[in-house]
């Protein structure tokens, strides 16, 4: 498979993820809209040679761009969750709110409302969908029932010290990462809370396929990515290597956990060994500026980066010993 280029965005795109079978793929971006790409099919048919530089694959063609949802954000657009049935999404930015958009109709469903400052990350409960979540600069957490049309948040989460970069959801946990350092813990259901501090601020987290480690982004000099357990907040493993000064950039596993990607503020794609955190490939100058986020297809062996350079690719994952 020859690698596939998204273009469409005009500036920064912060953030692209893929569907859990990899056939499509949606992405945010600092022109205020969302676009919704089908990277299995090419705009054309002829396939064209990319540029002759160490990382970039013999071929790579133009994904299809199926629709993109605007008028919605009137600032800059940073995350986006997907539900479990791939019918809705939600998405947030510098607007103090997140939108619930229909996948279909191309229209805001849903507006949250209730932050003082603007959205860095969202997220909808594995499975159902039940549940949002939404951080932001104004150092809370807000939980809202996705049943109901309610316009407060069913809960609060206020313990963070600074702003909330990531969120993410587990059965009745969620974890939240912030820029004072830590990693916040919560168990809903118990109505208890463990931080773990990581000595930098944390600018991206996200779990493995299994639910029990955490892998987190910190803004540290040199930078570094660390693997923990989620249960104890046990450091694993530790991750260098790549430029991460300014730019939240998101790292993630493949869909079997066995290795780590993450982008670089270079323009490279790095990937470690899970276990051993030996850098297994560097693949260079695959984007023309900083690789904001890595997102892979839950189901197949697909990742796909998201760049400063206003584009996305999506690649083939290979074997760990064949990279």
Not at 121 to 132: E, Q
Not at 263 to 290: P, Q, Y
Request: a neutral charge.
């Amino acid at each position: 498979m020859s690698a596939t280029r998204l273009k469409g965005h005009n500036g920064p795109v912060y953030r692209c993820i893929l569907t859990a079978d990899g056939g499509y793929a949606l992405s945010a971006g600092h022109d205020r809209t969302i676009k919704l790409w089908n990277p299995n099919k090419s705009t054309y048919d002829q396939l064209r040679d990319s540029k002759s530089s160490e990382g970039k694959g013999k071929e790579e063609q133009e994904g299809l761009l199926i629709q993109t949802y605007e008028e919605g954000h009137r600032y800059e657009v940073v995350d986006v969750s997907l539900s479990h049935d791939n019918t809705r999404f939600l998405s947030c930015g510098g607007d103090k709110h997140a939108l619930v958009w229909d996948v279909k109709k191309g229209k805001v469903v849903r507006k949250l409302y209730g932050h003082e400052q603007r959205l860095n990350a969202v997220c909808l409960k594995p499975n159902d969908s039940t549940v949002a979540m939404t951080a932001s600069n104004d150092a809370t957490v807000r939980l809202w029932d996705m049943r109901q049309f309610n316009s407060r948040p069913i809960q609060v989460l206020s313990d963070f010290k600074d702003s909330v970069t990531g969120i993410l959801c587990c059965e009745d946990q969620v974890v939240g990462s912030c820029m004072d350092g830590c990693v916040y813990v919560y168990d809903i259901r118990a109505g208890k809370l463990h931080v773990d501090d990581y000595g930098a601020g944390v600018s991206w987290i996200t779990l493995s396929t299994d639910r029990k480690c955490i892998l987190a982004s910190c803004l540290s000099n040199p930078a570094e990515i660390c693997l923990s357990e989620k249960s104890r907040g046990t450091l694993l493993k530790t991750y260098t290597g790549h430029q991460n000064k300014d730019y939240r950039l998101a790292a993630c596993f493949d869909s079997n956990d066995e290795t780590v990607f993450s982008g670089s503020e270079n323009g490279d794609l790095f990937r470690w060994d899970l276990v051993s955190g030996k850098l297994i490939s560097r693949a260079t100058n695959i984007h023309s500026k900083a690789v904001s986020s890595v997102h892979s297809a839950h189901e197949k062996e697909l990742i796909i980066t998201a760049s400063y350079d206003g584009t996305c690719l999506l690649q083939k994952v290979s074997p760990p010993n064949s990279s």
